[in-house]
């Protein structure tokens, strides 16, 4: 521990004394929170992104919905509003997807998995979706460790001259008992006010302060039909339900205090509280209909941020943060041994990033994380006296070294490697991000347009403490994972024409565009470690599968076209095909078998049609289409455990009005159109057609 410590102050020393010569600073920009220089080296890979209105028009009740519309991404829902909600990218876990509330990580070291069905979408103004990492060597140690990350960007306040106060209610109703009011305040504490939501910051203080709570509730008691075959083709179950212990009430409150004090620096106070009472929907089996798995979860926390350059050279950034999360899971199911257990959980995580630009287009960073998680459990049956409290302890120090540099127009380079060091465990994972731009150097804006990506890297992943611990599916021994990344793609992204027409927070930008992108990937991940529902939602086996070969294409094209009469019209179509297999042992029955719940091929579209009038009035239809190939739910991929092909076609219709000093939005939903039976896990029925109606009112 102490030689970690004297080499990470060594580095830390030896990025302050390359500071040298002053280079300008453009302008920071608020959407991204991040000090621009126009001859500094910007990400290398851009991220999949959904924002504005092409992201609040989707028939999206949460992130997990939204992120439907990615490519590379496979989403585990066990169905209604009150189901969890999982991702996994590229095939690597959902344990290796690192999720970021603006900058900072959601972290939950008792099983890894984030559930993110709990974020609603009403306070987001972004979505990101990076493969690999952020290339941006200016981000946490933590943040490099990842092999795919999500980063939610909450709203931010923006105040045209002479406003002072921002509030908006919302409210949300639709099927299955679905009520989902919500309401948000934001105040200018200072003079210095942003003119527009794309302006630079005025160079005086700027002090804001955020707020926002919501309310949902829904009894999920929605019809599906449950249908079986036997082996032999005949029908074994056919019939008509409703599902049973999915209903969900859930309260959500935020709290921000946002000061950018110069052009150059900012600091942010953030605390956030979500709890929640649900029932945990349970697998059809057996002809069995319900179950009594409850789970009531409370998540907080507190996180601050800091970030400045001195001398036009150094950049800093500080982070800071604690999380407390408790759960309580009961299962009063009388046909299995009634459960009655807790957990809490603690997190105490800070980071320091330094980043010296040596020459204008060479830059260094290096970052320094320290966590420490703690989980306390007891287990216990209803009626009876519980087990003793077990407590389980956690410090991880992550610190990272990085450069990034920029050959005139045409390539651009970052290069990372990050020590990570977990009990008596220590590990160098490196990166390496290059961007070529070959028709750089030619006046036709069609060559430049066209980019040629690649990465490689290493990924890390512990077991948590469930894979470890976890009373009757843990396991002790599980070795942690290694996973290698290889990625090399296409982007071709170019501005077909611009229109001077003005636009609104809703309204897409005043060009037309055209975006198509290929990626092929190849990872490959030793002693991948497994994790599936055993018998109950709430509990999971794990298990070491060995080695897994993972080979895929992610594909999509996208364009925003502006018509005649003031119409636009965003098509956009995803493809994604992976082939997922285990390469443990030739002897397995399973050898180079496709792992649980993946597909080979899934595609999603999202086409908007929107129409602006002259007096600010907007109008949109926006159609999106799902399908997710066939898949098998068990490690062996035999009839037994075939999952089939599924569809689902939504529609959003929306609209806009300025009524003096209040804009209204209402906004009307239709999902699963066709009104499809299907199931994303086996066994857990998704509804079929169901409705969502929201009126906002601005001011």
């Known amino acids: 521990m102490k030689k970690l410590t004297i080499s990470i102050l060594l580095s830390l020393m030896a990025s302050l004394s390359v500071l040298a010569n002053e280079i300008d600073i453009d302008s920071i920009y608020l959407d991204e929170v991040t000090v621009m220089a126009s001859s500094r080296p910007k990400q290398v890979i851009l991220p999949q992104r959904l924002s504005g209105s092409e992201l609040h028009t989707l028939s ?294 330094q980043q010296v630009n040596i020459l204008p287009s060479w830059d260094i960073s290096v970052a320094y994380d320290l966590q420490y998680n703690d989980l306390t459990r007891q287990q216990g049956i209803s009626g009876l006296r519980s087990s003793p409290k077990e407590h389980y302890n956690r410090w991880s120090h992550f610190c990272s070294i990085a450069t990034a540099f920029n050959v005139q127009s045409y390539l651009r380079v970052q290069a990372s490697a990050l020590l990570t060091h977990i009990n008596s465990n220590t590990k160098l994972t490196p990166a390496v991000f290059v961007s070529l731009s070959p028709l750089a150097s030619l006046s036709s804006p069609y060559a430049k347009a066209l980019t040629i990506n690649a990465f490689y890297k290493h990924s890390y992943r512990y077991p948590t403490f469930n894979d470890l611990y976890y009373t009757d599916v843990g396991n002790a021994a599980l070795r942690p994972e290694l996973a290698r990344q290889a990625s090399v793609g296409l982007r071709y992204d170019i501005p077909l024409s611009s229109s001077s027409s003005s636009s609104t927070s809703t309204s897409a930008s005043s060009s037309s565009s055209f975006l198509m992108t290929l990626d092929y990937y190849h990872n490959r991940v030793t002693d991948k470690i497994i994790a599936f529902p055993k018998g109950q939602q709430f509990r999971w086996a794990m298990l070491n599968l060995g080695e897994v070969l993972i080979n895929g294409i992610d594909a999509s094209v996208g364009a925003t076209i502006r018509l005649p009469l003031r119409f636009s019209l965003t098509p956009r179509v995803q493809y994604t095909y992976q082939q997922a297999i285990d390469v443990t042992s030739p002897n397995d029955s399973y050898y180079r078998h496709q792992i649980p719940y993946i597909p080979h091929h899934s595609v999603s579209a999202v086409s908007g049609l929107s129409y602006q009038s002259r007096r600010a009035d907007s109008y ?72 969502r109606a929201t009126l906002s009112i601005i001011y």
């Open 60 to 353: 999206a009740l949460n992130v997990a919905d939204a992120l439907r519309y990615f490519s590379g991404v496979q989403l585990k829902d066990y169905g209604g509003v009150g189901g969890i909600k999982t991702i996994d990218i590229r095939s690597m876990g959902s344990q290796h997807v690192g999720v970021y509330y603006n900058g900072i990580q959601i972290g939950n070291a008792q099983n890894g998995v984030v559930d993110l069905g709990k974020f609603a979408m009403d306070e987001l103004e972004a979505i990101e979706l990076y493969h690999g990492q952020k290339s941006d060597i200016f981000q946490s140690a933590r943040e490099m460790g990842n092999a795919g990350s999500i980063y939610l960007q909450s709203r931010k306040p923006y105040f045209a001259q002479g406003e002072r106060i921002h509030t908006r209610a919302s409210m949300r109703t639709g099927s299955f008992g679905l009520a989902n009011p919500s309401v948000s305040l934001d105040i200018n504490l200072s003079p210095s006010i942003l003119t527009s939501q794309h302006s630079t910051l005025n160079t005086q203080h700027s002090l804001f302060l955020t707020m926002s709570a919501s309310y949902l509730r829904s009894d999920g008691q929605y019809p599906f039909r449950y249908r079986r075959l036997t082996p032999s083709g005949s029908v074994a179950y056919d019939t008509t339900a409703y599902r049973h212990n999915s209903d969900i009430q859930a309260v959500r409150a935020e709290i921000g205090l946002h000061h950018y004090y110069s052009a150059s620096g900012y600091w942010r106070l953030q605390g956030y509280t979500y709890w929640s009472e649900r029932g945990v929907p349970g697998a059809i089996v057996n002809n069995v209909w319900s179950n009594g798995e409850r789970l009531e979860d409370r998540n907080s926390f507190a996180q601050f941020q800091w970030q400045d350059n001195f001398f036009h050279r150094y950049h800093i950034r500080l982070l800071a943060k604690y999380a407390n999360d408790y759960t309580h899971y009961r299962n009063l199911d009388t046909r299995t041994l009634p459960t009655n257990n807790t957990y809490l959980q603690q997190e105490v995580y800070a980071s320091l990033i």
């Open 620 to 691: 949109g239809l926006n159609y999106s289409f799902i399908y997710v190939g066939e898949r098998y739910s068990q490690q062996e991929n035999i009839p037994a455990n075939y999952v089939p092909a599924w569809t689902s076609h939504d529609l959003t219709i929306y609209g806009e009005w300025n009524i003096q000093t209040i804009r209204l939005h209402a906004q009307l939903e239709i999902n699963n159109l066709a009104g499809t039976d299907y199931e994303v896990i086996m066994n857990y029925p998704m509804p079929q057609t169901s409705f």
